[in-house]
């Protein structure tokens, strides 16, 4: 009712605009649902296909859609706008759409349907590949913001200040889970029957390799992320050595996956988690690198300042007694 009262002019009676900070936000995830829920529709179209993986990406890119088209409305009209711009409407709408966005990115992106990516792990629409993914960052970018102007949690913010270096471990075992799903969905449609073991005789193996890679890296992203949470801190020594070998390790990742024969050459799930994957492995070392250098320079600092003192004859043991228990009463 205090919305309402709000964006009522009390003394002509003139509804006033309220519309959200987030509209812009609005505007794009309703651009993003409209170009994935047509180019779903086309690619079925396409296709001929009638699976039951094609009918649900219809089904959730339509309620998709429908929900950010009502929305977006909703914020275009003053009385509309109180009813979902910073309420529970808004954070459970954003909620809904997270969950289907998430069912959308799994089904699209997975080479068995052949719906954005082929059976190669190649995208084959690039429409609906990038701009399923571009809708699910926006949703995330979404429920964040929200979060952060309704109840005031910084989502962000509290990871940055959690603990040094856990948005990149996030982002990390992020990756790396991604890599472990899509080689595991490659070795299992080309490795069992398939044409690609014939072709290339090494390509199982490297499938393999990204699948073992995978499981590595989320089991000590796993651990880092879980320790940092639970105590802010981790092994400065513990963090640097898993930071090393996952960087070795993706490193070899990229190097073998995305070859000519390897599963992850196609533009696709594979190729572009991998060297996200090395990236960020390549950041958590750097981070690791200014910690030492910084603690290092402190140190240094410290036994400078040390020297200087004993240089200049100021020692606490030639401070009298008397002295001291002054400053103390102090």
């Given at each position: 009712m205090s919305n309402i009262i709000n964006t009522i002019n009390l003394q002509t009676g003139e509804a006033l605009a309220n519309r959200s900070p987030r509209f812009i936000q609005w505007?794009?995830?309703?651009?993003?649902?409209?170009?994935?829920?047509?180019?779903?529709?086309?690619?079925?179209?396409?296709?001929?296909?009638?699976?039951?993986?094609t009918a649900w990406a219809v089904l959730f890119t339509s309620v998709i859609f429908t929900l950010s088209l009502i929305a977006v409305g909703m914020q275009l009209h003053p009385i509309?706008?109180?009813?979902?711009?910073?309420?529970?409407?808004?954070?459970?709408?954003?909620a809904v759409l997270l969950c289907f966005w998430v069912g959308t990115v799994s089904i699209i992106s997975n080479p068995r349907n052949n719906l954005a990516v082929d059976t190669e792990g190649a995208v084959d629409n690039g429409n609906l590949y990038y701009f399923s993914w571009a809708g699910f960052i926006c949703s995330v970018m979404l429920l964040v913001n929200y979060l952060r102007a309704v109840f005031g949690v910084d989502l962000a913010g509290e990871l940055r200040n959690r603990s040094e270096r856990l948005t990149t471990w996030?982002?990390?075992?992020?990756?790396q889970l991604v890599v472990m799903g899509s080689s595991a969905s490659m070795h299992d449609m080309n490795c069992f029957g398939g044409t690609n073991a014939d072709k290339h005789p090494t390509y199982c193996a490297r499938a393999m390799f990204g699948i073992v890679v995978g499981v590595m890296g989320t089991?000590?992203?796993?651990?880092?992320?879980?320790?940092k949470i639970a105590s802010?801190?981790?092994?400065?020594?513990?963090?640097?050595a898993f930071a090393i070998a996952l960087t070795l390790l993706n490193a070899f990742a990229v190097a073998f996956l995305t070859s000519p024969e390897g599963p992850g050459m196609p533009l696709g799930n594979l190729y572009y988690f991998s060297w996200i994957s090395l990236v960020c492995s390549?950041?958590?070392?750097?981070?690791?690198?200014e910690t030492f250098k910084s603690g290092g320079s402190a140190a240094t600092n410290a036994d400078s300042a040390g020297v200087q003192m004993g240089e200049n004859g100021l020692k606490t043991d030639d401070i009298p007694v008397e002295d001291?228990?002054?400053d103390d009463h102090i």
């Amino acid at each position: 009712m205090s919305n309402i009262i709000n964006t009522i002019n009390l003394q002509t009676g003139e509804a006033l605009a309220n519309r959200s900070p987030r509209f812009i936000q609005w505007v794009a995830f309703l651009i993003f649902s409209v170009v994935t829920l047509a180019s779903t529709v086309e690619q079925r179209k396409y296709s001929g296909q009638n699976t039951n993986h094609t009918a649900w990406a219809v089904l959730f890119t339509s309620v998709i859609f429908t929900l950010s088209l009502i929305a977006v409305g909703m914020q275009l009209h003053p009385i509309g706008s109180t009813l979902i711009v910073g309420t529970k409407s808004e954070g459970i709408t954003i909620a809904v759409l997270l969950c289907f966005w998430v069912g959308t990115v799994s089904i699209i992106s997975n080479p068995r349907n052949n719906l954005a990516v082929d059976t190669e792990g190649a995208v084959d629409n690039g429409n609906l590949y990038y701009f399923s993914w571009a809708g699910f960052i926006c949703s995330v970018m979404l429920l964040v913001n929200y979060l952060r102007a309704v109840f005031g949690v910084d989502l962000a913010g509290e990871l940055r200040n959690r603990s040094e270096r856990l948005t990149t471990w996030s982002a990390l075992l992020a990756s790396q889970l991604v890599v472990m799903g899509s080689s595991a969905s490659m070795h299992d449609m080309n490795c069992f029957g398939g044409t690609n073991a014939d072709k290339h005789p090494t390509y199982c193996a490297r499938a393999m390799f990204g699948i073992v890679v995978g499981v590595m890296g989320t089991l000590m992203c796993l651990a880092v992320v879980g320790m940092k949470i639970a105590s802010s801190s981790v092994p400065f020594l513990m963090e640097c050595a898993f930071a090393i070998a996952l960087t070795l390790l993706n490193a070899f990742a990229v190097a073998f996956l995305t070859s000519p024969e390897g599963p992850g050459m196609p533009l696709g799930n594979l190729y572009y988690f991998s060297w996200i994957s090395l990236v960020c492995s390549a950041l958590l070392i750097a981070g690791c690198f200014e910690t030492f250098k910084s603690g290092g320079s402190a140190a240094t600092n410290a036994d400078s300042a040390g020297v200087q003192m004993g240089e200049n004859g100021l020692k606490t043991d030639d401070i009298p007694v008397e002295d001291l228990e002054e400053d103390d009463h102090i």
